[in-house]
């Protein structure tokens, strides 16, 4: 759940969950299920005056559950909109004049629609900052400065000289006119020892289809230009983009020519050829192989005013949300290694960094944060030759960093996020909450008799007997198995859960069970588990799954078998937890 959005704080009713039926359910499975659940909660069952007005208000719920999921109209609103969608003027209309199969398309073209108003009201900024830092003084100090004082020349030469060298800026917004036109206006500004430069871009782009679109841009900064791009897929396995520029300068008009051939040469691999031409004569060719967990880069380019051939292998370990590149690049300018990382630190944040090492760059340290679509770079200079002290320090020093940030900052940070998220959550809904509790305990009281007769039947026949069952918050300790942490945030389910066993089989469907009856979430916003000690034939099982996870018992397969001291444990456990929030139950 993103508790970020205030609509999804609101608990909303599953009524799928509450009859205990599969989103697909058959018409018949919807009617066995309400009459399964009648059986309990119809008000003529039941003559005491409490329990009776209790009934009434399960029975009620049942029935508008029932009533909702039999419809196949008003079952289509609620499958695309939820219960709000049932509240919502005007879909009565819609309910008597279409099918839920065009309720369906209906909601789907408006949320279309939606996005697409959403998408001309965007203007989709992206940017990119990167601040460059000459540190080299900090493994090869300058020893041409001279001071008069010797006392201040100690001083201040063992402080070293870190200077930014060069900083540049890009920014640039969309303007969507049409589902197929859109303008992107765009500017860049870059300094370099006192010396600046900057342009600004306007273009407009036309799609013809989802094989072709063309591109006019109009730029203005050393020199008006204009130039005009293309892109069209030729074939299945062919595609072509490309364009020509003119410069304007006092010097006269400078043309140039840019086009790439690419080509799909398996379901995991593309190659590009690319011809640049005008002021820089470039042609390059490219092999990209990508899997699921590598990808292989190999580059070979020849023309004004480097030629070289580069090697890139990047590691995906996807558990982690971490890569790990190295590269090799060699050419008429030298030659570099560089290796690094990336890691996603957060739903839209990446962070990277990576280590270059080579003639005549010496040694560099690159430091890169994507946020959404905002990059900022900070490459590093450390030392002018390639020496094992700065290559060292620049392996390094990141990841201690990177652990001290996270494990000091970023991850108490989060947490205390996470933590006021969940308690607005709980406030917002703290009267429902309040309300399914009541009602939760109310559905146990009522399911006494049923409860009784179906686990009399099973003891008969040695059938299927729920022991203890209890759902929330419950921490299991994979060190040793049978052994978990139990919260006060849990509720004993014992009763609920024998009542939904029907001959000798227990099945509970892939849907949150807090809204099955006798349920209610006793740890809102945090991860739930049910956990159930049973027997059949005799012989004593657990069983453990989470909020989510579908339970179809007895085991088909060979099942852990609790022994009877473990049970009697267990028991004495579930008393002591029992508080407020507990509906504690002992053993029979």
């Known amino acids: 759940m993103d508790l970020d959005s205030d609509e999804e704080n609101v608990v909303e009713e599953d009524f799928y969950a509450f009859l205990n039926v599969p989103k697909e359910a058959s018409k018949e499975e919807i009617n066995n299920a309400y009459r399964r659940l009648s059986r309990m909660y119809h008000p003529d069952k039941h003559v005491d005056p409490a329990l009776k007005e209790k009934a009434e208000i399960m029975f009620n719920k049942t029935k508008r559950a029932y009533e909702v999921l039999s419809d196949p109209h008003r079952r289509a609103i609620y499958d695309s909109l939820g219960t709000k969608g049932l509240e919502t003027e005007g879909w009565e209309i819609v309910q008597r004049t279409k099918t839920p ?79 197929k036109d859109t303008c992107t206006l765009s500017g860049q500004l870059q300094t370099q020892n006192g010396t600046g430069a900057g342009g600004i871009n306007l273009s407009w782009r036309h799609i013809f289809s989802h094989k072709s679109w063309a591109e006019v841009e ?141 003639v005549p760059a010496g040694v560099k340290l690159k430091i890169r944060l994507t946020r959404a679509s905002q990059t900022y770079s900070f490459p590093i200079h450390l030392c002018e030759e390639v020496m094992p002290a700065p290559v060292f320090y620049a392996t390094i020093v990141p990841l201690v960093l990177y652990i001290v940030v ?92 024998q009542c939904l066993v029907k001959d000798s089989k227990l099945v509970i469907h892939e849907r949150t069970k807090s809204e099955l009856p006798g349920f209610f979430d006793p740890a809102l916003g945090e991860e739930k588990m049910l956990h159930i000690i049973y027997t059949y034939h005799d012989e004593p099982h657990e069983v453990t799954v989470a909020d989510h996870e579908p339970v179809r018992l007895p085991k088909t397969c060979k099942c852990f078998r609790l022994p009877t001291f473990m049970l009697l444990n267990f028991a004495f456990i579930i008393i002591r937890s029992g508080t407020g929030n507990t509906a504690a139950r002992s053993f029979t």
Request: net charge neutral.
């Open 101 to 179: 199969a065009e309720i369906r398309a209906e909601y789907e073209q408006l949320a279309e629609e939606r996005a697409e108003r959403k998408k001309k009201q965007a203007t989709n900024p992206s940017g990119n900052i990167t601040i460059a830092i000459n540190a080299t003084d900090l493994f090869n100090p300058y020893d041409d400065v001279y001071y008069d004082d010797e006392f201040e020349d100690d001083i201040i030469s063992s402080i070293p000289n870190i200077e930014v060298s060069s900083m540049q800026f890009s920014q640039s917004v969309d303007f969507p006119l049409t589902q």
């Open 218 to 358: 109009m730029c203005a900064g050393s020199g008006p230009g204009i130039s005009f791009k293309g892109f069209r897929t030729l074939s299945k396995r062919f595609f072509w983009n490309g364009g020509t520029i003119l410069q304007f300068t006092p010097e006269g008009i400078r043309p140039g020519v840019m086009s790439t051939l690419a080509m799909q040469i398996d379901k995991y691999s593309v190659g590009y050829l690319s011809y640049q031409g005008g002021i820089r004569q470039i042609f390059s060719t490219q092999v990209i192989r990508e899997t699921e967990k590598n990808r292989y880069n190999f580059s070979i380019q020849v023309g004004l005013p480097h030629s070289y051939v580069l090697m890139q292998y990047t590691r995906k370990l996807i558990s982690q949300e971490l890569k790990l590149r190295i590269a090799l690049k060699a050419g008429t300018f030298g030659g570099v290694i560089e290796y690094g990382a990336e890691k996603k630190i957060s739903k839209f944040s990446n962070l990277a960094f990576s280590v270059v090492c080579g």
């Open 406 to 497: 996270k494990k000091g900052f970023v991850e108490p940070f989060i947490k205390e996020e996470k933590s006021k998220k969940l308690e607005k959550q709980k406030q917002d809904n703290f009267n429902k909450l309040l309300e399914k509790r009541r009602e939760a305990m109310a559905a146990q009281e009522l399911m006494q008799a049923t409860y009784n007769r179906i686990r009399d039947e099973e003891s008969n026949k040695k059938g299927l007997v729920i022991i203890n069952a209890i759902y929330g918050k419950i921490i299991k300790d994979a060190s040793q198995q049978g052994d978990m942490e139990i919260s006060n945030d849990v509720v004993d389910v014992t009763i609920p859960v």
